[in-house]
């Protein structure tokens, strides 16, 4: 079996953090692999992948406003004729790749940490590629 | 010898950052290791890890301040109950992982790079997972 | 061959994203690995690096403009007497380090996705460390 997955995702809100632990979870348990480290990378420009709370969903929601206020999506004075620096911005703000250590099989989480993709410019078709060693 | 190591520390601030570097080449010297790479992250939600210059000390307090200032902990607008919302945006724009390059048996950072614990809602008893390559 | 490469680069204005794409993907090909990870990684703690779209320029003009407004130069609070904390604080926002899988040969990246260093306190003479898995 090979090391590279992929994961397809239809985001359904212009921003939003989709909680993509449990798809991930998935791929290590289906290549059985019991020991090692999860690459997540996120191809797009306008989208991220960030790890916080998943137990009380307001954490996110306060961290999606948060940005919105700080990259406002409307400010006159960007320069990009599509519209959406303001997604640009928080991709790199957040960072579009991550790692995560693989022990007995499983994704080591803190208790409360959740892997999020961050969509800042949907609703799109969106991939995550997963690479495990 | 396991490749699995955790770092415990007690932060004694609110809001500090923690060089970490030398505790964590103790592990490396310990570990024997020459070469490979070295993978720290923070399994927490309320905290984070960065690298930034560790000779002058005003620094940090720059960043912190600035976090603080683009941040700020008492925004009505946060919905999350626990009144620490500021500490997860904080965990994630600084992010709660990071890798560097072993070489000759020493972490290989710049001339005024030192690797900081970010604690953003201490103080508390905190760990550091690390996994070497 | 090692596995670990230097790419050195000069930079030219005070604060700018230069894109490494192509010099990273030729040490890929140089080394002749066809599957693996590239790591990249930032000595310095007045830069940093992220992806983001190589298409439009104006979209890392956007990013640039964000970050100077975000965190200006010249406030007076700052306290590090070198006058760079912008330059430091803008590093750890974007981080200094970042990994993309090597898949037949190349960077596997995303249709848009460049790979910049970036520059905050320029100009200077700077390096990259790769290291290839």
Redesign the interface.
């Known amino acids: 079996m090979d090391n590279?997955f992929v994961i397809e995702i239809d985001t359904k809100k212009n921003v939003e953090f989709i909680d993509i632990t449990e798809r991930i979870q998935e791929i290590v348990f289906l290549k059985k692999q019991t020991t090692g480290?999860c690459?997540i990378?996120?191809?797009?420009?306008t989208a991220g992948i960030?790890?916080?709370?998943n137990a009380?969903p307001?954490?996110v929601?306060?961290?999606i406003?948060?940005l919105d206020r700080?990259?406002p999506s409307n400010d006159t004075?960007?320069?990009?004729?599509?519209g959406n620096?303001a997604a640009?911005?928080k991709?790199?703000?957040?960072?579009?790749?991550?790692?995560?250590?693989i022990?007995n099989g499983n994704l080591?989480?803190?208790?409360?940490?959740g892997i999020y993709f961050c969509e800042f410019d949907g609703p799109r078709k969106r991939k995550i590629?997963i690479?495990i060693?």
Chains 1, 2, 3 share one sequence.
């Open positions: 590279n480290q690459f990378t996120v191809p797009h420009t960030t790890i916080n709370e009380d307001d954490v929601s306060d961290i406003a948060y700080s990259v004075r960007y320069k990009h004729s599509e620096s640009h911005i991709s790199s703000l957040m960072g579009t790749s991550l790692s995560v250590i022990e080591k989480l803190g208790t409360w940490q590629w690479k060693t």
